[in-house]
């Protein structure tokens, strides 16, 4: 197993090293380190966490369109590291089931796929989830914040796809959803604890946006 896993985290650092929109290589590192911890907790299969946590986002929708229908990265990796026919099988049924869609969005069916979906989105949250939101907005030519914007909630998949607004409206219309989206014990006490630094930080962003500390 450690030498497969190896050759995998490899494959993400090769291929995601520069990117700056929030799904560089150390978010799919964290994600693994975050998910494997969950299986423990859940009892989950670990080598079906582990790759479905390291190629969650190798044929991401945003990144590589391309091959975000069938998955082409996931399995052409699987298949060059000799994975069993039936882990590929979980592996990219995981990968399809977890990303977050809006009012589109599913609960994995195994357990396996509850821990990668988790362990994604607590990196969504907390000064990570901070930090990836605002690298993200700037990478795509967004606002920080526009006072006049009012959050959309409710989207579907398709809307929330399409939808433009600040980086401080997209903690509303996302990232404070997760918490209650959760579905492992230990993911949702972590996210718990995320959301509530999350909104500390954003009173004292609010405080200081209306000059409330001076003077
Ligand atoms: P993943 O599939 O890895 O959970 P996403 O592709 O939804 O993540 O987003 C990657 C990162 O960019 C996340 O941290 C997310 O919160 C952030 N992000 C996505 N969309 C926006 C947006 N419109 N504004 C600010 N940050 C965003
Ligand atoms: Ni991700």
């Not at 990668?116 to 914040?145: K, N, P, T």
């Not at 980086?167 to 996302?174: G, L």
């Not at 972590?190 to 409330?212: Q, T």
Request: negative net charge; glycine residues 6%; hydrophobic residues 35%.
């Amino acid at each position: 197993m450690e030498q497969l896993i190896q050759n995998m985290i490899d494959y993400i650092e090769k291929t995601f090293r520069n990117d700056c929109s929030g799904h560089d290589y150390f978010h799919t590192l964290r994600v693994y380190r975050t998910a494997v911890k969950l299986a423990e907790q859940e009892g989950a299969d670990p080598l079906t966490v582990a790759l479905a946590a390291l190629l969650h986002d190798a044929d991401d929708f945003k990144l590589s369109p391309e091959t975000y229908p069938d998955k082409d990265n996931a399995r052409r990796l699987m298949r060059e590291n000799a994975v069993a026919e039936e882990t590929a099988e979980a592996v990219i049924r995981i990968i399809e089931q977890v990303s977050f869609a809006g009012t589109d969005s599913v609960t994995p069916d195994t357990i396996e796929g509850r821990c990668v979906q988790d362990a994604d989105r607590l990196d969504a949250l907390g000064a990570i989830g901070i930090a990836r939101a605002f690298a993200y907005g700037g990478s795509h030519q967004r606002l920080m914040y526009d006072p006049d914007e009012k959050p959309s909630y409710g989207m579907t998949k398709e809307e929330y796809q399409k939808h433009v607004s600040s980086s401080v409206n997209h903690f509303y219309e996302k990232l404070f959803l997760l918490k209650d989206m959760m579905t492992t014990a230990s993911g949702k006490r972590a996210a718990e604890d995320r959301e509530r630094f999350m909104k500390d930080y954003l009173d004292e962003f609010y405080r200081e946006w209306d000059g409330k500390d001076i003077g």
